[in-house]
């Protein structure tokens, strides 16, 4: 089993920059596709991030230009870095793994999940 522990979640304003991080232990983090996923009141949980064991990257289009997702494989840690933040960003953002060596966008892909840090833009 691989944990993951997400960090980083808070209340900013609106165009407010936050970083998101995501450790995970219990399973060998090289070998592992990375997403982030976010879930608002009332709605259906979304693909916003991904990023492959080679580190190529895929966004969903409302946050494409402004997070960036990385990963540092010394560290067992992937990062969501998010900038020009607005409302409709607010979301719990969960981190989740998936041992493939594609890009998975879809949530039933993943195998392992946080529990969640949430991120709140006020306007």
């Known amino acids: 089993q691989a944990q993951l522990v997400e960090s980083g979640g808070g209340l900013v304003q609106t165009g407010d920059s936050l970083r998101l991080s995501c450790a995970v232990s219990?399973?060998?983090?090289?070998?592992?596709?990375m997403g982030w996923f976010r879930q608002a009141p009332g709605k259906e949980r979304e693909f916003v991030a991904t990023i492959s064991r080679s580190e190529h990257t895929y966004y969903a289009d409302s946050v494409k230009g402004r997070f960036t997702i990385s990963r540092d494989n010394a560290k067992n840690t992937v990062h969501l870095q998010m900038n020009s933040l607005k409302p409709e960003d607010t979301a719990v953002y969960y981190c989740a793994a998936d041992h493939t060596v594609g890009l998975p966008t879809t949530a039933p892909e993943y195998e392992y999940w946080g529990q969640g840090t949430q991120v709140t833009v006020s306007s």
């Open positions: 219990g399973r060998t983090f090289s070998w592992y596709a």
